[in-house]
C-alpha cells in the first residue's frame, strides 16, 4: 500500500497492539495486531462481546489512548494531529452535556474552544440545531429534554466543528427500542446530509447491519478483528428496510461471524475475557 | 414547568419555611418556659451530680426578659441601648468573619486546585491541613498576634487570619472532592477537543464542583463567625460580640439577661454568613436539575 492511497482514507488502523498494565501481574492484550481501514463517506460498526476491545480500538483511533504498538491514520494525520485539528466528533452513550449550559452553548463548547466569535457561533448552533431536527430548543437546559433529544444534541455538539469523522460509543445503548430505532434513521440522514464518516461501535446486531456499509466482527482475549461483513443494502434506507430479506440475511451472516469467533476461542483454548 | 409556575412555587416554599422557622421559635419558648415554671429553682442532684440546671431568675431568666432586654440601656454605654451597642458590635464582627471568609475560600480553592493538579501535592498536604484543623484556636492566636504585629497590619487582621485558618478546611475537601467529580466521559470529550488542563479546569472540573462546594462553603461561612468570636475572646481590643459576651458576663449580677443578647447576636450573624451562602448558592445554582441541589 503506498502512502498516496492512505493519504485519501479517512482512517487507518496499522498493526496496532494495545496492551493494559504491560509487564505488570494484570497484563490485558485488550488489542492484538488489528489493522482496519475506512474510506471517507463509510459507515463502518465495531461489534463483538464484551471486553473485545471495539472501545479500545475506538479510543486508539480518537487518541484518547496511545496504543503499545502499530500507528493510527486519521484524514491522513497521525491521530494525535487529528486531535489537536479536532479532526473528528466523538458522542458517548451518556449524552455528556454539561447540566450548567444551555443546549446553544452545549453545542458551542467545541468551537469555544477553537476560538470561534460569539457571531460565527450562533450561526454554526442554529445550523446544527435544524440538523437535529430541534431548532427551538437552543434555550433549554439539557436536564429539560428527553434522552433521546439530548442525544440529538451530543450528536449536533460532536459535528458542530464540521469534521470529517465521527467517532461513537454506544450512543444509543440507553434509549428505548422505538426511540432508538427513529434515532438511527436520523442518523443515517445527518450523515447523508453531511457526508461524514462514521466509525461506530454497538452491542446490537441489527443496530450494526441497518446503519453501516460494513459491520467489523470482532472476539475476545486478545480482541482482534474475525470478519468484515459488507451491507449492500444501499444508501436509502429507511423503516422498511427492517423489513427486507437483505437485512435479515446479513443479521444472520454478522450473528454467525459473532458465534464463529467465540468457536475458534474455545477451540483455542482462550477465555473469552 | 413555567416560569411563573416556578416563581410561584418558590413563594409558597419560602412562605412555608417562615411558617417553620416561628413554629420552631415558639417550641423553643415553651421548652424553655415550661421548665422554668416546674424545674426546682436551686437546681438538684442525680445520683451526686448536680446536673439539674437551676431555674432561678439568674441563671435561666424568663424568655420576654430576655426580649425586653435589647430595649434595656446597656451598663457602661451612656445612654446607648443594648440593640444599638449590639448592632455596632456585629458588624465590626461580621466584617471581619466576611474578610476572614473571602480569604479562607481564596486559599481553600487555591489548595483544592493545587491538590487535583498534582496527585503529590494531595499526598504531601492533606495529611497537614488535616492536623491543622486540631490545633486549638486559643494557642494559635498569640503566634499570629505577633506575626501580624511584624507586619505592621491593623488589629483586626488576626481575627480575619484565624477565621480564614477556620474556614478554609471545608471549602479545600469540598471543592478537591468537587473537582474529582467530573465524570469521565466529560473528561475524554475535553481531551478529544485537545483541551489543555487549565482549560478543563475552567469549563468542566470547576463548574462540575460547584455542587459539592456549596457544603463546604457553608459550614466555612459558619466557622469564620467563631473563628472571629474566639478571637475577639482570646485576644483583647477587637469590640465585637465576642468581646460583648465576655463584658456581659461581668456584668450578670446586674443585668443576667444580657449575656444571652449577646449570644442572640452571636447566632443571628452565623444564620447571616450562611444566608449568603445560601443566596449565592441559589444565584450558582438556578438553571441546574433539582436533584444536584446541595
Known sequence: MSAATDQAKAVVVSDVSMVFNQGGPGAVAALDHVGLEVEPGDFVSLIGPSGCGKSTLLRVIANLLEPTAGSVLVNGKSAHQARIDQDYGMAFQQSGLFEWRTVTKNIELPLELKGWDKQRRRERVSEMLELVKLPDRGGHMPWELSGGQQQRIAIARALAAHPPLLLMDEPFGALDEMTREHMQSELLQICAATGTTVVFVTHSIPEAVYLSDRVVVMSAGPGRITDIVSVDLGRDRDEDTREDDTFYKKITEVREALRGGELTDSARGIEDR | ?294
Open chain 2, 1 to 294: 414547568m413555567s416560569r411563573t409556575g416556578r416563581t410561584a412555587s418558590i413563594a409558597t416554599t419560602a412562605v412555608r419555611r417562615t411558617a417553620l422557622l416561628f413554629a420552631s421559635l415558639a417550641i423553643a419558648v415553651a421548652l424553655w418556659e415550661s421548665y422554668k415554671a416546674v424545674g426546682p429553682a436551686d437546681g438538684g442532684d442525680v445520683f451526686g451530680w448536680r446536673i439539674i440546671p437551676k431555674t432561678n431568675d439568674r441563671v435561666m431568666p424568663h424568655t420576654w426578659t430576655m426580649a425586653a432586654e435589647f430595649g434595656d440601656d446597656a451598663i457602661g454605654s451612656g445612654d446607648q441601648k443594648v440593640w444599638s451597642v449590639l448592632l455596632g458590635y456585629s458588624w465590626y464582627t461580621l466584617r471581619m468573619a466576611l474578610a476572614g471568609l473571602a480569604l479562607g475560600m481564596f486559599v481553600g480553592v487555591g489548595l483544592a486546585v493545587a491538590m487535583a493538579r498534582l496527585k503529590i501535592v494531595e499526598r504531601g498536604l492533606l495529611p497537614y491541613l488535616v492536623i491543622s484543623q486540631t490545633i486549638p484556636l486559643i494557642a494559635l492566636a498569640p503566634q499570629i498576634t505577633v506575626i501580624r504585629g511584624s507586619l505592621d497590619l491593623p488589629q483586626w487582621t488576626s481575627a480575619a487570619a484565624l477565621a480564614a485558618f477556620l474556614s478554609f478546611f471545608p471549602v479545600t475537601v469540598s471543592t478537591l472532592r468537587g473537582l474529582q467529580s467530573a465524570p469521565a466521559a466529560s473528561l475524554e470529550l475535553m481531551d478529544s477537543y485537545a483541551a489543555g488542563w487549565w482549560t478543563t479546569l475552567r469549563k468542566l472540573r470547576f463548574p462540575a464542583a460547584v455542587p459539592y462546594m456549596v457544603p463546604g462553603m457553608k459550614l466555612a461561612a459558619t466557622a469564620s463567625v467563631i473563628g472571629v468570636i474566639v478571637t475577639e475572646i482570646t485576644l483583647g481590643g477587637l469590640r465585637g460580640v465576642g468581646f460583648a459576651t465576655i463584658d456581659y458576663s461581668q456584668k450578670v449580677t446586674s443585668q443576667p439577661a444580657s449575656v444571652y443578647a449577646a449570644v442572640f447576636a452571636a447566632a443571628a450573624l452565623g444564620l447571616i454568613m450562611f444566608g449568603l451562602v445560601a443566596a449565592g448558592e441559589s444565584i450558582l445554582m438556578r438553571r441546574r436539575p433539582k436533584e444536584s441541589l446541595g
